[in-house]
């Protein structure tokens, strides 16, 4: 596993690499790129944006191993996710209420703060620091994917005055850099594990001071901004409304449910797959953000002049990809028949298919859902969605640990048909609705959820 885990990661990087260089030859020189004010401003905002999701990144790859590596069991590890899921879904109902309350510029700061106290909390092994940890972790989460975003469009708009046109581009950029930051979290997570001799501790760790970084920039260069709130409940209850009359927005809303649900399983399931057979973490997980990202670019040039195939099409393929990887998981985990290989394999197809899903699903709901409603249906898409994914790893927490990891890939694999009955019905739906389909070249896409 060592030499083919390196093997794959140095191909996926080249083939993102030469797609990505021809992207950026053929790409015109934009108006927005012209304008030194709004690349000072856009500046301001990436070195504190990347800092953050740097430290975000770092912690992905051995926080399973950091779990086994104190000895918990994986029943054990199993709760801790679930509560750093049910943290997720709490407090992302309340997070962008909680920011115009607070102001973006302290959340971004709360942020730095307790995503720093989360990762202190991995230095310890009882077991209730950590679960205090995962909780910090959720709603470190939830602001990290709302206070920044809400304090740039401000600015952006209302202290800045920049058109509104190129908020989609500093986004996109924002979107392609993560990737770019996940890849090479994962090579650094897996040298300073080796390097600081503190173990799987270590990147959470490293992470420490990014954060810290990152807060006293934002102390030091940006300014306070609020919004007027709007009521929780009627957000929740304009967003059900919009949920219950459109069944294209309840189709979608089925289908990320299902989808998403199964990725954070999968998240939880492929580091106990792999790490057993000698599999270098933090390159599996550069070489799995390396696949998305080849998926995103093979977005971009599916939905160009030259091919011109719609978001509708590729979340389709995304969704056949999953189920197809799916059931090659559940042959290659049988128990005392485990191909660590093809288990590879099918997981560098899972964030393949993330890679063309999260621009597909975004590119639909902005069509599909009215702008004022978009808060109050995605607190109903997630709510499903993160059940779902606490009650697989409670059946995961209940079951034999040789035989619990291909029954629970046999169970995604029945979750992720459901999904592809769900794209069917809203493809039939919208088959002749001009409104979902790219007219243009997308350039580049509007990515929010990094």
Known sequence: MLVTAYLVFVGLLASCLGLELSRCRAKPPGRACSNPSFLRFQLD?????????AADWLQAPYLYKLYQHYYFLEGQIAILYVCGLASTVLFGLVASSLVDWLGRKKSCVLFSLTYSLCCLTKLSRDYFVLLVGRALGGLSTALLFSAFEAWYIH????????????IPATFARAAFWNHVLAIAAGVAT???ASWMGLGPVAPFVAAIPLLALAGALVLRNWGENYDRQRAFSRTCAGGLRCLLSDRRVLLLGTIQALFESVIFIFVFLWTPVL?????PLGIVFSSFMAASLLGSSLYRIAT????????????????????????MLTFSTSPGQESPVESFIAFLLIELACGLYFPSMSFLRRKVIPETEQAGVLNWFRVPLHLLACLGLLVLHDSDRKTGTRNMFSICSAVMVMALLAVVGLFTVVRHDAELRVSSPTGESYAPEL
């Open 45 to 53: 905002f990436y070195q504190v944006y990347f800092l953050a999701l």
């Open 155 to 166: 600015e952006h708009v209302e202290r800045h005055d920049f058109p509104a046109e190129w």
């Open 190 to 192: 897996e040298a300073v």
């Open 275 to 279: 790490d057993p057979h000698g599999a």
């Open 304 to 327: 160009s002049k030259r091919y011109h195939l719609q978001p509708m099409h590729l979340l389709s393929l995304a969704v056949l990809i999953v189920v197809f990887s799916l059931f």
